[in-house]
Each structure stands twice: as C-alpha cells, then as structure tokens.
C-alpha cells in the first residue's frame, strides 16, 4: 500500500492518465478529480498528502480550490502544485495563498512534476533509500 497519496484535478482526462500512471509509477497513490469542486469534496473526504490541480477548471479554478483548502482546518497545510497555461498569469492572490507551493507551466513533463511533488514530500521510495 502507497505511503502517501497524491491528490489530481483537471478537466483534461488525458492529462489527469498520463499523470496518474507517473505518479503511481513513483509509488504513491492517486486520487483523481474532474474539476475543483470534486477536487475538494475528495481532499475533505481522503486527506491526501499533496494536491496537483490546473488552474483553469470548470466550476471552481485552481486557484478557488487553494483558497478553500486554506480555509479548512485540516486540510490548510496540504501542499498544491498549480499547472497554468503558457502565457496564463497566475493571479496576484495565488502568491499569497501559503498552500501553493509551485506552479509548473504547461506544456509540462510528467517526470518533472513527479519530480516537483517528490521533493515537496520528501519522499524517496524504499529501494532508493536502501541503496543509498
């Protein structure tokens, strides 16, 4: 059973496979979302470790869930990885809201966010650690 799981929302199903796969390549769990409002019914309900979301969701942006995750209790210290379009500006908030700790640009490579949530986690898995 993973150790950690990591919690992904986009609208774009083709995105939200091929992280999946990475991510659970990685040895983590996966908890996949749709939009922003299922993003946060899920994190509510699974209490992942980490979120990666896009920014621009139907029903609720990336940037709206961030923010309703800082207002949860429980929920306020999850680290979120934001994806943003090339050229999109990321709002003057999402630099303010504590909770966003990286925001990657599409087009992106599922190594280099795997990469990014690694090192927000501090997780290695165990054949990496036992050969260190």
Do not use: W
């Not at 939009?35 to 709206?64: C, F, K, N, W």
């Not at 929920?75 to 303010?96: D, F, H, M, Q």
């Not at 925001?103 to 280099?112: C, L, N, Q």
């Amino acid at each position: 059973m993973p150790e950690m799981t990591v919690l992904l929302a986009d609208d774009e199903a083709h995105v939200t496979h091929v992280m999946a796969r990475a991510v659970r390549a990685a040895g983590l769990g996966v908890i996949t979302a749709e939009d922003g409002e299922e993003a946060y019914e899920l994190a509510s309900e699974h209490r992942p470790d980490l979120i990666v979301t896009d920014l621009q969701m139907p029903y609720m942006s990336g940037i709206d869930l961030a923010r309703r995750l800082c207002e949860h209790h429980e929920l306020s210290k999850v680290p979120v990885i934001l994806l943003s379009a090339r050229g999109y500006v990321v709002e003057a908030e999402a630099k303010t809201l504590t909770n966003i700790r990286a925001v990657i640009e599409k087009p992106f490579s599922a190594r280099e966010v795997v990469s990014m949530i690694r090192e927000l986690l501090g997780y290695e898995p165990d054949e990496l650690r036992q050969s260190a």
